[in-house]
């Protein structure tokens, strides 16, 4: 089955853009939409977006259009990058992947990403 | 923006008992309604989708129910591993939500 691991930084600064990448093995990147999904103790679990394999791509309206998700398809590797961060993005960050983007069927092991000057 | 309503918030229960969890729903999502448990220091994993089929390799005591705005996720005899929270999800809206969570405890 899909697996699944979150990589980059664990501390950005205020104002500055988060960048977390997801590395996929076990199956084709083809058979799935790629999910980005955080949680945090104020806000609990909210999906942040997915893309398909193509590139096509949805977020989640309240982040204002300060996110973007890519796919490299070359390096089995999709993005997560969100912009102007602020303390309020501080959160446990999980990729995912959804069969026929209805749910979330596989996770990540989750990274932590802190926010703070 | 559907809001989903989990009840209890704490659910504390013995092995081998029944569990009763709730997710209720501000506008009707259908049949789009999912179930994920997240057992502590791990991410949540898929158990029961479109209201009541189970994921791969979920055990059979788990079940779900309901349409429209109220749901449940029944499971039948408590195992000491089913302790976790747990949480409902919607996809008939965009974007998509999830509830708050139920923790469930083992005594």
């Known amino acids: 089955q899909v697996q699944l691991q979150e990589s980059g930084p664990g501390l950005v600064k205020p104002s500055e853009t988060l960048s977390l990448t997801c590395t996929v093995s076990?199956?084709?990147?083809?058979?799935?939409?790629w999910t980005w999904t955080r949680q945090s103790p104020g806000t609990g679990l909210e999906f942040l977006g997915y893309?398909?394999?193509?590139?096509?791509?949805n977020y989640m309206p309240s982040l204002k259009r300060r996110a973007t998700i890519s796919v490299d398809t070359s390096k089995n590797q999709f993005s997560l990058k969100l912009y102007y961060v602020t303390a309020a993005d501080t959160a446990v960050y999980y990729c995912?992947?959804?069969?026929?983007?209805?749910?979330?069927?596989?996770w990540g092991q989750g990274m932590v990403v802190t926010v703070s000057s | 923006e559907v809001d989903l309503t989990q009840s209890p918030a704490t659910l504390s229960l013995s092995p081998g008992e029944r569990a009763t969890l709730s997710c209720r729903a501000s506008?009707?999502?259908?049949?789009?309604l999912a179930w994920y448990q997240q057992r502590p220091g791990q991410a949540p994993r898929l158990l029961i989708h479109?209201?009541?089929s189970r994921a791969t390799g979920i055990p059979a005591r788990f079940s779900g129910s309901g349409s429209g705005t109220d749901f449940t996720l029944t499971i039948s005899s408590l195992e000491p591993e089913d302790a976790a929270f747990y949480y409902c999800?919607?996809?008939?809206?965009?974007?998509?939500?999830f509830g708050q969570g139920t923790r469930l405890e083992i005594k």
């Open positions: 506008q009707n999502v259908n049949s789009y």
């Open positions: 999800q919607q996809r008939s809206k965009w974007p998509r939500t």
């Open positions: 076990g199956d084709s990147m083809r058979n799935y939409y």
């Open positions: 893309i398909s394999y193509s590139g096509r791509a």
């Open positions: 479109d209201v009541s």
């Open positions: 995912g992947a959804s069969i026929e983007a209805r749910w979330l069927d596989f």
